[in-house]
């Protein structure tokens, strides 16, 4: 059994938590950022990829046991008027123009003139040429963290049963949305200091200025509220950063070569979740593994986005995406291992479908390493997209760890094939004939787990792949020297202008 995690190679720190676990999908997280952020004494620092000011945290049953329903803004905005110890800071990557339609105008004006001078709004301009700011963090008073996928904006929210009809599956302005699912991460330790520091480093790249957030005197643990809690000691954070984000000369490329580690030294299983699937290097590094005919058999399962969102990016990652998935099933058959790529989805009383759109952003092997965050399985995610992962992973003794980290496997296959009882939980729980069983519930028909079709790209537009074989380009593997220059291009409004249109194409669905 290989270790995977090493300092310095393929993670940023490793530190201690006294209790840490994961947070599934949008109502669970929102909740506890809710009452995490009530506890606040000193700071809240919150980064993100997008914020919307009405975003209800609390909908339903918890609204009415907490007699609110918390829009964020005033939410945060009421707990500084409440304690005016309090400092909330919110850091937000500085979409391009053409969000314009998505996003909120002036947001930064508009927070920073119309609440409490304690709570400050800042859009991250860093000079990161062709990327986005993707990291997605909480960190409250040095005590409490939440690292993941999840976003505090609209069409984030769901329960995890993604029922079809969900009438609190609704926007601010009455709007519904797709069922969604993801994960986030919470954590009570001096782990929430290093995440302090991140976002110190970042705030002052962004704006210019030293920011020290004042921690709270420790005065015991801290109460968090996962969906899953981890018997861990400590977690390793990995990071992709470019040198402009870092303040530094070098980049870092750790959450790439925790995959690639993870990959090489699985033994019996990998199980991944992620909204994409296009990393040529994910890729070539999974094709390696199937090919070493002294290792054992994998059970490798793919839980997937059913269809790439809008032909922008059924274009830039749909066609690589189609190939690489095509290509595993072709070295699964050849070398005896056993792949099963599904989607989740829910069934109407009509008869019609409704997918459960996958976000969340996992990579767990042999039920004893677990890695979340918000790092797609794409080429921009290994490479120069900011993004932060944190991990988990057991040791020969580490018994309960283990267990842990296998029930959040199981707990995660229960939810996605709605298999919650007993039985279907012990079904679940298997390594070896794990794609079989799965296999089975997808034929059924009777579950919610759907093979996925493999195709993301429309029928109208798939004479494009007979053009453009492996994509459009803005989702390439670049060399150590491109990823480099790439914080040294000019910035001026033509190239921010290319960019733009990069990241739209790119990062419309997030």
């Known amino acids: 059994m290989k270790r995977i995690l090493k300092l310095g190679r393929n993670c940023w720190k490793i530190a201690p938590v006294e209790s840490s676990g994961l947070i599934v999908d949008g109502r669970d997280y929102y909740r506890a950022f809710y009452h995490a952020a009530r506890s606040a004494k000193r700071y809240i620092a919150i980064s993100g990829w997008q914020f919307d000011s009405n975003v209800p945290l609390l909908r339903g049953p918890d609204a009415e046991a907490s007699n609110e329903e918390a829009p964020l803004l005033s939410f ?302 794409n080429n921009r995610s290994m490479g120069y997209d900011t993004e932060l992962n944190v991990s988990w992973e057991a040791g020969r003794t580490d018994h309960e760890l283990a267990r842990s980290i296998a029930n959040v496997r199981v707990d995660l296959l229960a939810e996605h094939t709605g298999q919650t009882d007993d039985k279907g939980r012990q079904a679940l729980s298997r390594i070896q004939g794990l794609v079989e069983h799965l296999d089975q519930l997808a034929d059924s028909g009777a579950t919610r787990l759907r093979h996925h079709p493999l195709e993301s790209i429309a029928e109208e537009y798939q004479w494009v792949t007979t053009v453009l074989p492996d994509g459009l380009p803005f989702d390439s593997e670049r060399s150590e020297d491109a990823y480099e220059k790439m914080a040294t291009k000019e910035d001026s409004f033509f190239s921010r202008g290319v960019t733009s249109l990069k990241n739209w194409l790119m990062n419309s669905s997030d």
Not at 137 to 149: E, L, T
Not at 217 to 222: E, Q
Not at 345 to 360: C, Q
């Open 76 to 377: 945060l905005n009421g707990l500084c008027e409440k304690n005016p110890e309090l400092r909330i800071f919110i850091l937000a990557w500085d979409f391009s123009f053409v969000y314009g339609f998505d996003r909120e105008w002036f947001q930064q004006w508009y927070v920073n003139w119309t609440t409490n001078q304690s709570l400050r709004f800042l859009f991250d301009r860093s000079a990161v040429y062709d990327a986005s700011h993707h990291q997605k963090f909480v960190v409250i008073d040095d005590k409490i963290a939440f690292v993941g996928g999840l976003d505090l904006c609209s069409s984030r929210w769901d329960e995890r049963d993604h029922r079809v009809d969900n009438p609190l599956r609704v926007n601010a302005d009455g709007s519904g949305y797709r069922s969604f699912h993801d994960l986030q991460s919470c954590h009570a330790g001096s782990m929430a200091r290093h995440l302090a520091e991140l976002f110190e480093a970042r705030w002052k790249i962004a704006s210019g200025e030293e920011l020290e957030l004042p921690a709270e005197p420790h005065d015991g643990p801290a109460e968090l509220m996962p969906s899953l809690p981890i018997a861990a000691e400590q977690v390793a954070l990995s990071r992709t950063q470019n040198c402009a984000v870092c303040g530094g000369d070098k980049s870092f490329r750790d959450i790439r070569q925790l995959f690639l580690d993870a990959i090489d030294a699985a033994e019996h299983l990998v199980y991944i979740e992620n909204q994409y699937f296009s990393s040529e290097a994910l890729y070539k590094s999974l094709l390696r593994r199937m090919a070493k005919k002294k290792r054992s058999a994998l059970e490798i399962v793919l839980v997937i986005a059913k269809d790439a969102e809008g032909l922008l990016e059924q274009l830039s990652i749909g066609i690589a995406q189609n190939r690489m998935v095509r290509g595993l099933e072709q070295a699964a058959r050849d070398n005896g291992h056993h792949l099963g790529i599904y989607y989740p989805a829910s069934v109407a009383a009509d008869g019609t479908e409704l997918p459960t759109y996958i976000h969340s952003k996992c990579l767990l092997v042999d039920d004893r390493f677990l890695s979340v965050g918000s790092a797609n399985m």
